[in-house]
């Protein structure tokens, strides 16, 4: 069974960066997104971005496109999230998570779905504040 873990959370000013980790068991050829989602309190899961393992292809939410890089290491079975200029907006626990569902590949947009994922990290805080 796949499992995922979080790691790089902390606190920082706005205007700050931070890299969170997800180290993920093992890399297969049925799982078609790593996902990293945020949820703030009183809100809902929200994608925030995507990469496949297969092929590394990515997607981005509008908020954070430009401020945050995914990337994966398959040497170490990691995937990364940089965030730069963060904003207090940004503030949240953070997850990442996996989808196995095959239509994902075809339509990558649904990567941000949290219903498409049944794999999830236990989460790291993430708070921006002065």
């Known amino acids: 069974q796949l499992h995922l873990a979080e790691s790089g959370g902390g606190l920082v000013q706005p205007g700050g960066s931070l890299t969170l980790s997800c180290v993920v068991s093992?890399?297969?050829?049925?799982?078609?997104?790593i996902t990293w989602f945020r949820r703030a309190p009183g809100r809902d899961h929200e994608g925030v971005s995507c990469i496949s393992p297969s092929d590394g292809k990515t997607y981005y939410i509008d908020a954070v496109q430009g401020r945050f890089t995914i990337s994966k290491d398959d040497a170490k079975n990691t995937v990364y999230l940089q965030m730069n200029n963060l904003k207090p907006e940004d503030t949240a626990q953070y997850y990442c998570a996996a989808t196995t569902h095959a239509h994902v590949k075809y339509v990558f947009s649904l990567c941000t779905n949290p219903t498409e994922h049944r794999t999830w990290g236990q989460g790291t805080q993430v708070t921006v504040s002065s």
């Open positions: 093992a890399f297969t050829s049925e799982t078609h997104a």
